[in-house]
């Protein structure tokens, strides 16, 4: 979801760990249609309990980015097995270590969306997650049409 370079996912660390929360807007697109790039702006907590499915945390991958991502698996060694909302691949081993926050909300122009209240939210959630088996041809199929339109376009200039 959201790549942050270093020097920023330094001082966001540090602003979480004195403030308990930073605001900021999401760059990417593997949270659509949840969070769009640089259009929401995301709040990230603490972690302050232990991360359960569905959760979606800040975490740092081994280049130093940090990323946004949905837990879909706790593992039993205490890993988790985490996925975008319009990625189809699996980044497995996912440990506390490396978790900075996690999603508290987010806001959707000017209405804030509670992660862990708003009943619409949770709908989004388990609707998007039932078609996990089927996103691979959603968002190919998505990307053939945009291909098949920009070709339609083109030809009409």
């Not at 991360?51 to 800040?58: F, H, I, N, Q």
């Amino acid at each position: 979801m959201a790549d942050y370079q270093n020097e920023d996912g330094s001082r966001m660390e540090r602003a979480i760990r004195e403030n308990g929360r930073i605001v900021s807007v999401p760059i990417g697109k593997s949270m659509w249609p949840m969070l769009k790039n640089r259009k929401n702006h995301i709040v990230i907590t603490a972690v302050t309990r232990p991360l359960r499915r569905y959760d979606v945390p800040m975490y740092r991958r081994p280049g130093g980015s940090f990323v946004l991502h949905r837990i879909i698996k706790v593992q039993k060694d205490g890993g988790y097995v985490i996925c975008g909302d319009n990625l189809w691949r699996k980044e497995y081993n996912v440990r506390d270590e490396d978790i900075v926050g996690v999603l508290a909300g987010f806001f959707k122009g000017k209405r804030y969306i509670d992660c862990e209240t708003n009943h619409l939210y949770h709908a989004y959630v388990l609707v998007w997650r039932f078609l996990y088996p089927f996103r691979s041809c959603l968002l190919l199929s998505k990307g053939c049409f945009a291909k098949v339109k920009r070709n339609i376009t083109r030809r009409r200039k």
